[in-house]
C-alpha cells in the first residue's frame, strides 16, 4: 500500500501563466495561507516564475521573488518550473500551446480553461497520460466549488446518472434580477456590464456557451466519456422576457439557465437552456451569481453542491485545490479514468427528447389568432395543457402576448409547430420556446 | 513530482468487520461496479475477509469467496488484509480494539464510526501516523455526502470561519414531519420508529449527540485542532413542541437541529441545538432525512453540500470512495494536518454566546402573569423584541401559551433568567428555549 503520507520537504515549484483577476487571486492566496497550506499539503507550494505580457501593469498581490517571463512557453523551458498554471484562457493560440508544451515535456498542468478543455480536453488528458503527467482543471467548472473532485473522487462508486447545473454566475445573476425587479433582459444586461458581472461582449455568457464548455467537461468527467462539446444542445436567454418571469412567478415556476446532461436509453443528452423548474425545488433557490451543480449517482442518490461560481477568489481556491493535490502527491485521471478508457459519447438526439414547453406568442389581438395557433399545434401531435392571454387592449388588432404550455410533446414535432406559427399573419414575433424541467 | 497514475494492477485487499446494512451495501457496491471502480481507482477494490457474529444470518449481499472470521481482531493478523473497515460501530470495545490494532499492525482502516472519533479521533490519527498507515471515514459524517474530502482536500486553501450542519436525519424527519402535519413530536417519534427512522432508543438522535459526535469530527477536520467532543453545547429535540414550530411558521421561521462551529474571538464555539432560521435561508429547505452542511471559507465564501445522510448506499457510496482513494494511492491526512500539528481547541465558552432567543412559555391565565416574566427579563437584562400569547380560553386560570422573541441577549442572563421564570408560580412548565440563527 502506498505510504499515506508526503515525507518530502521540498516546495512544489509553480509558474504561473496569465496574471488577471484569477492568476493575482492565487498568488495572494499562496502568499497569505503558505505556513497553513504548507501544513495541509505535506510541503510548501512555491511560485518560482510568471508570465504575462505587460510587466509594469497595477496588479493585487504582493511582490515576489520570482523570474519573470515575457512568453508564457518560457515557463516550459524554465528548468525550475514543476508545474504550469494556465490562466490565459481560450480554446487556442497561447493558451493550447502552452499546455500541450507543457504535458509533451512531463509537467503538471492546472488550468481554469473549460473552452480549451471543452474543445481538446480527451487529446489533452491522453498527452497528460502518456507523459505521466498531471492534468487538474477543478477551477474550470463551477469556480470555487469543488464539483469535480466530488464527482471524481467522492462519488466514485456511483454510476451517474444525471447532472444539472447551474453553471453560468452571468445568466443567473440577470435572470434572478429579473425576477426581482420585473425590468426586461436588455436593462438588466446593461446593468451587469456596468457592474463588471457581463462583459462588454456577453455573448459567451448569455447566449449560454460558457454553460456548454462546462457542461460538457462535467459530462465527460461523471460519465467517463470523450469530451463532446459539439454534441451539448445550446440556447442562451436572450428570448427570456419580463413576460415570461411574470408569467412564470404566477405559475409557481423560476427560470433558469440549466446544463443538463442525462444518460438516456438513446444515449447522452447534452443541453444548456432556460428551464421552467418548479419555484419548490432546491436549485429554485439558487440566486444571484451563485453556481449549483446537482447530481444523482445509483448509489448516494441525489447530491447538490452550491456556492460561488466565478470571481478572483473562489476561482483561486479552486486553482490551489489542484496545486494542493499534486503537492500531497495525490494522483488523478482528469476524466476519472485513464484516457484511453473513456468511450466516445454516444449523443442523444434533440430532436427526440421528450417533454412539456412553455411558449409565449405575441400577436395582434383579433378573432381567430388562437383556433389558428391551436391548429397547428394538433397538427403536431401536441396537446395544451393550458393558455393564458395578457395585455388586452381596448382596441383590436394590438399587439398581446399568449403563453401556452402544452403537455409532453417531442422537440422536432414542437420545433415544426413553432416554424408554423411564426409564418401566421397574426403572430407578430418568433415565438419564445422555454422547456418545462421537472427535476 | 509524483507520478500521475497508478500503474500496479494489483486489487487492494480489503477485511470488512461487520455486515449490517452499511456492511452488506459496501459489498453490493463493490460488487456491482467492480469493473468501473476497477478502472476509476486505477485497480481493483476486492475483498478477502469479513467478520460477523452470526454466519447464517441472512443478508442482502452477494455471496463471495471471502475468508469468515467470527473474530474482528482477526482481520488484523489475517495477513492477506491491507484496509480494515470498520462498521461495528460504539465509541469502545470491540470497534476500538479493532481500529487500533489494525493501525498498530500499519494496516489502513476505513471507518464509519462517528463516535469512535468523537472520543478518540486525535489519539488514532496519531497512531495512524506513527504507522504511516491511512485512516479515512468519510462516511461517519454526513452519510453520502462528501463533505470531509470537500473541506480536506476542495477547500484545502481557505481558513474556514464558520460550519453549520443539518447532521441527523432523524431529528430533521421528525422536524419536517411535525412543521407539514402539525403532529407533535412524540407521535411523530412513534412513527419514526415505525418506519424505522428512528431506533427503538432514539436518545442518540433525538438528544443531539450523534450531531455532537459528527460535528465534533468536522470542526477539527476544519479548524485543524484536536477533536473535542466534550466542548460541544448539546441540545435535542425533545422539548419542541408543535405550538413552537407553528409559530415559527408564522413568523417566516423554520425550526431545524442545527450543528455548528464557528471561530469567535474567545475561541472555537461548537454547539448542536434546535435553531429557528429564516425559511428563506437555502438551508431552511433542507428536510426529511437529507443532511447538509454548509461551510464559510475566507476565499471561498459560503459553499452548501446537500444529499442524503444515511442508509445503506449512500453510506457505501462514503466507505468506497475512501477505498478507492487508497486503491489509488491518494494520501491524506486524517484531519487535515499531520496530526502532531492538530492545536488543542480553545473552547469559546457557551455562557458568553450572544444570540436572539425564542421562549416558549405554558402560563395560567391570568392578570399579572406577563409583568412578573417582564421583570424577571429586565432584570437580567434582555430585552424584548415580540411577544405573542396564543389559546387564550373563555375561563380564567387555564393554561395558554406565550412565545417571546429576544433581542441579542448573553447565554449566561438568559440561563438564569430561564431559571427564575420557572420559579413563578403562575409559569406551568419549565419554559422552552430556541435560538434564533441568523445564518
Partial sequence: MTKAYVKSAAPLKVGIAGLGVVGAGVIRLLDKQASMLAARAGRPIKVVAVSARDK????????????????????????????????????????????????????????????????????????????????????????????????????????????????????????????????????????????????????FDVDGIDAAHKLAVLTSLAFNTQVDFKAVHVEGIRHVSAVDIAFAKEFGYRIKLLAISHRTSRGIEQRVHPCMVPADTPIAHVDGVFNAVAAEGDYVGRMMFEGRGAGSNPTASAVVADLADLAAGRRLHAFGVPAVKLQPLKAAPMAEHVGRFYIRLIVRDQPGVLADVSAVLRDEKISIESLVQRGRSEAENQPVAVMLISHEAREADMARAMKKIAKLRSVLQAPALIRIEPL
Same sequence: chains 1, 2.
Fill in 56 to 203: 509594469r501593469k497595477k496588479r493585487d498581490m504582493p511582490k515576489g521573488n520570482w523570474r519573470w517571463h515575457t512568453d508564457a512557453l518560457d515557463l516550459v523551458s524554465d528548468p525550475e518550473v514543476e508545474v504550469v498554471v494556465e490562466l490565459i484562457g481560450g480554446s487556442e493560440g497561447k493558451a493550447r500551446a502552452l499546455v500541450e508544451a507543457a504535458l509533451k515535456a512531463g509537467k503538471g498542468v492546472v488550468t481554469a480553461n473549460k473552452a480549451l478543455l471543452a474543445m481538446h480536453g480527451t487529446k489533452l488528458a491522453m498527452m497528460a497520460e502518456t507523459k505521466d503527467a498531471p492534468l487538474a482543471f477543478e477551477a474550470a467548472v463551477a469556480g470555487g466549488i469543488p464539483i469535480l473532485k466530488a464527482l471524481r473522487e467522492g462519488l466514485v462508486g456511483n454510476r451517474i446518472e444525471r447532472i444539472t447545473g447551474i453553471l453560468n454566475g452571468t445568466c443567473n445573476y440577470i435572470l434572478t434580477e429579473m425576477r426581482q425587479t420585473g425590468r426586461d433582459f436588455g436593462v438588466v444586461l446593461k446593468e451587469a456590464q456596468q457592474l463588471g458581472y457581463a462583459e462588454a461582449d456577453p455573448s
